[in-house]
């Protein structure tokens, strides 16, 4: 099959608004069943999704300042801190001092904090993994394809500079 034609045999460079508008809604619901079995999981911690994307990009690079982790997230500075208040005051975060500035924090997880990480990221690798069997290797590889075409510059950046890409 040519890079043009999808499965229906539609012309992928030419998608009608109606395809387009498809497109979309099928990313909302994915998005909601990748987030649910984290949701339901947080949920019982009376944790949301701020708490997750947290501890999961402190888990991706331990030792990351607070400013990095508040250029990765893209949220405000008191919106990040009330998140990591939160996760610190439960034992999920610990935040040290920098050893060469000392008005860097730098945040890594508690082994609590790893094994909700790990329950967190199971469940999303499950699903993940799954879809990608049915899918099969080359929708793989289209997936990752669309989404990186989705991201901002600076994103995808900084995507490609984590080593451990898709």
Do not use: C, W
Request: aromatic fraction near 6%.
């Amino acid at each position: 099959m040519d890079d043009t034609a999808g499965r229906g045999g539609e012309n992928l460079l030419f998608l009608t608004d109606e395809q387009l508008r498809k497109g979309i809604e099928a990313m909302f619901f994915a998005y909601r069943g990748f987030t649910a079995d984290p949701d339901r999981i947080l949920a019982q911690m009376a944790y949301g999704r701020a708490h997750h994307r947290a501890i999961h990009f402190v888990n991706r690079a331990p030792g990351t300042t607070v400013n990095n982790l508040l250029a990765t997230l893209g949220v405000t500075k008191q919106s990040l801190n009330r998140v990591l208040r939160t996760l610190i005051e439960d034992g999920l975060i610990e935040s040290r001092v920098g050893t060469r500035d000392k008005r860097e924090r730098h945040l890594f997880l508690t082994d609590e904090g790893r094994e909700l990480e790990q329950k967190l990221s199971d469940a999303q690798r499950a699903r993940m993994r799954a879809a990608f069997r049915k899918a099969g290797p080359e929708a793989v590889s289209g997936f990752r394809t669309v989404l990186e075409a989705m991201m901002d510059p600076e994103l995808l950046r900084h995507f490609h500079n984590d080593r451990s890409t898709m």
